[in-house]
């Protein structure tokens, strides 16, 4: 059985795609307005996890991740930095290209639909319009909201009850809202600036996107749908009252959230500013190492992130690199896979809810035992594939090579070379003692 926590009903449930063997999944992409931190690339490697599972597994899946190229952030920041909020596309095409680098150095695979927000405005303003349509919004000198007093349901991911969200809400002073809890769908803005729209001149607001998006690239109804647990309220929320409003069925079969990391103990966000980039991270570790990193850890749960914790996990990642390394890839189909009891346990984890904790346990205990080599070629396709985990050697770390050293390493090279092994183990340990590792070529 596959099942996932699902944070709509609350509990672990069975998947039951909509359409037999296929599965739609929609994540919430970036803003690009900025490099991309940590707690990102968590959320990614998540779903990438996910969509190699249920890929491996044997489902079509349709990955649909936006990139929301146009938001108040861009605004800013081209403000900031080009003295005109207009250049915005030129911040969002700077951030996408350092966002797709960074996906690519985590070796996470490509959506199947990578939708720009700008690039899909005529479904956007066509979604808006029958929401008003419906009488699920309306118009207010140019804007337009989303009415809350038509979905009684609102709250019900969050597990918010609507007085206690209403009394919790702020009102800006220039909002003319029916109800605090209403939320923006577009935004006027001066004439002939952004889009076109029945309401005049404007843009769309944050949630609305991803409605429509999931709408076009996927359906009404999609078997799963995930983010960031930071986006559960209101981001998630809304995106409910919008399709679910207008298509008056349930729109994501089920909900998964990825926790959040901590630095400190503290939520790490770009807001408060305790934030690494991945790009600060690579300098210091491979990419490889902090996919490795993360997988170590249940999704669920937040992440206290450290670099202590990365430097244990590089040693461990190291020690599996090495273990395969004599090890030649090969396919293998699904049938032969699961003739290895390893991989079926390490399968039935990964299928209760992502536990890839669990699953590592598994490994271990497998690369303690003996193994042919076409169990061991079995099983690192198995950890290509599915856990995205290339199994490439991490590069070394250069050494100086000062005369003393390569003196132990000529006396070393005449050792092996007059088949004196014992002789070549010691100087190996003398050499490893003053921290240079020798990884010899087959003779
Ligand atoms: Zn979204």
Known sequence: MIQFY????????????LKAQNISLYVCGITPYDNAHIGHGRVFVTFDLLYRLLTFIGYHVNYCRNV?????????????EFGDPLRYHEVAQRYTASFNRDMKALNCATPTHEPLVTQNMPEIITFIQEL?????????????????????????????????????????????????LD???????????????????????????????AKKYLAEQIDMHGGGADLTFPHHENEIAQTEGLTEKRFA??????????????????????FFTLNDTFGEFDPMTIRYYYLTHYYRTPLDFSFDDIKSAQKAYQKICHYFSDVAPQQFDLASLKKIDAIVRMLSFLEDDLNSPGMFGVLFTFMQEKHDAQT??????????VLGLTLEPLPEKLV????????????????????????????????????????????
């Open 6 to 17: 699902s944070t709509l009903s609350g509990k672990k449930e069975q998947l039951k795609p």
């Open 68 to 80: 929301t190229d146009i938001d108040d952030k861009l605004l800013t920041k081209a403000q900031k």
């Open 132 to 180: 008003i349509a419906k009488n699920k919004a309306y118009k207010v000198n140019g804007d337009v909201y989303y009415r809350i007093a038509q979905f009684p349901a609102y709250g019900k991911l969050s597990k918010q009850k609507l007085d206690e969200l209403r009394a919790g809400a702020r009102v800006q002073i220039n909002e003319e809202k029916e109800d605090p």
């Open 183 to 213: 939320f923006a769908l577009w935004k006027s803005e001066k004439e002939n600036t952004f889009w076109h729209s029945p309401w005049g001149w404007g843009r769309p607001g944050w949630h609305i996107e991803c409605s429509a998006l």
């Open 253 to 274: 079969q089920l909900w998964l959230h990825c926790a959040f990391v901590n630095v400190n103990k503290e939520k790490m966000s770009k807001s408060l500013g305790n």
């Open 376 to 385: 061991k070629a079995a099983m690192k396709y198995f950890i290509r594939e």
């Open 400 to 443: 100086t090579i000062t005369p003393e050293i390569q003196q132990l390493l000529d006396e070393r090279e005449q050792a092996r070379k007059a088949k004196d092994f014992k002789r070549a183990d010691d100087i190996r340990e003398q050499l490893r003692i003053m921290g240079v590792d020798l990884h010899d070529k087959k003779m």
